[in-house]
């Protein structure tokens, strides 16, 4: 039968995950604190009746359906114009929304 043979190999370590860790805790705790203050204040608008409302003015349609008119008289026939928009805004008011909404529980509209 063979011999068994334990080997113990002494091992020091130093922790240096610490200072990073407390650091994690302290943005936590203060993203916490800031979640609270806003909390309280959307408590606060909705307790007073505010309503927040975002609009958009459109500039370019009455411009683009003038220079169509224009195309059409001058050609006699029926002018079409397309219009590329980029847009920016949809997506980071959807994204409030759904932290408004994920935020308290409720609906952002």
Known sequence: ???????????????????????????????????????????????????????ADDNASPVLNGVEDSASRVSGLSADVSVDVDDNATQAIRSAEDSVENFDGQSGS
């Open 1 to 55: 039968m063979a011999e068994t043979i334990k080997i113990e190999i002494p091992i020091e370590a130093v922790d240096r995950t610490q200072a990073g860790i407390q650091s994690a805790t302290r943005n936590l705790t203060a993203f916490e604190r800031s979640m609270t203050r806003t909390q309280n204040q959307l408590d606060r608008m909705n307790r007073s009746g505010v309503s927040i409302e975002i609009g």
